[in-house]
């Protein structure tokens, strides 16, 4: 079933750029050990979690643990205003989505909320992290529940939250994308917050693109996180573009397309608009010419 808010990619293994660098099979282990070290750690400070001095701070240290583990260096490009804005003023956090990295590497930057797709409770090594982080769940298969889900998502951002949405509503190689959906913007209007942009691409330490950390198709995330262990040099771009102020969009849809539009400038990529089709007359309208 696909529908707006369960879109089918084209995306899979067809997509995996092929001789990406790799590590040894001893060095996989252990960044496997490194990982589980930290989710461990951070299920040990749960409690801790709960307080909030200091709170963001730790939140960030487990998520930057977790891409040190994987050998995920991170390059982020603008954002100082972001990176340093004080808590409590609300914004709607929307970024391209390829990897379950990006979730990692959002929050490693600044801990949020998210809208996230229920199924993300249940997984490992990320799922009780994003839990504790206060996500908003959405269940894609029961549309009766959205309008609650977005009430939740506008009274959240409205009380001065910081939410990660990933609009596209599913995730795509890297080398190619989606389009925005429009809805979650709704929520932004309604909360009276700005929209923060984000661009996401991961490259190799020389410089090339590569799609491999992508979480695509049918695969398990096992598999995913088998990849990613794997790769060397692995480096995740982050453009943090200018944020879209309340009111600079009277729709929904106008905000989603600006909002698009900076991810895809400040990746450098270029999408054509959507055109709409002009109506022509029909022949059996038009006048015949004049007999001469």
Known sequence: MSHAWMPASPCGDGCLTADDPVVGFPRRILRFA???TVVLAALLSAPLLLVAPGRERLLRLIFLGVLRAFGVRLDIRGGADFLRAPTGRGALVVNNHI???????????????????????????LGGLVRRGGSIFLDRERLTTLPATM??????????????????????????????????FQAAIDGGVPVRPIALRYRLADGRETSRPAFIGPESLIASLRRVAALRGLVL????????????????????????????????????????????????????PPAK
Request: glycine residues 6%; hydrophobic residues 45%.
């Open 237 to 288: 771009e982050i453009h943090i573009c200018p944020e879209i102020a309340p009111g600079r969009a009277e729709t929904r849809r106008e905000l989603a397309a600006l909002a698009e539009a900076a991810v895809h400038s400040a990746l450098g990529t270029v999408r054509i608009p959507a055109q709409r089709r002009r109506r022509t007359p029909s022949r059996a309208l038009v006048a015949s």
């Open 99 to 125: 990897s379950w990295l990006d979730i990692v590497a959002i929050n490693a930057l600044r801990p949020m909320r998210a809208l996230a797709k229920k199924e993300i409770a249940g997984w490992p090594v």
């Open 34 to 36: 490194a990982a589980i």
């Open 151 to 184: 009430a939740s998502l506008a009274e959240a951002l409205r009380t001065g939250a910081l939410v990660s949405v990933t609009p596209e509503g599913t995730t795509w190689c890297g080398l190619a994308s989606g389009r925005f959906t429009t809805a979650t």
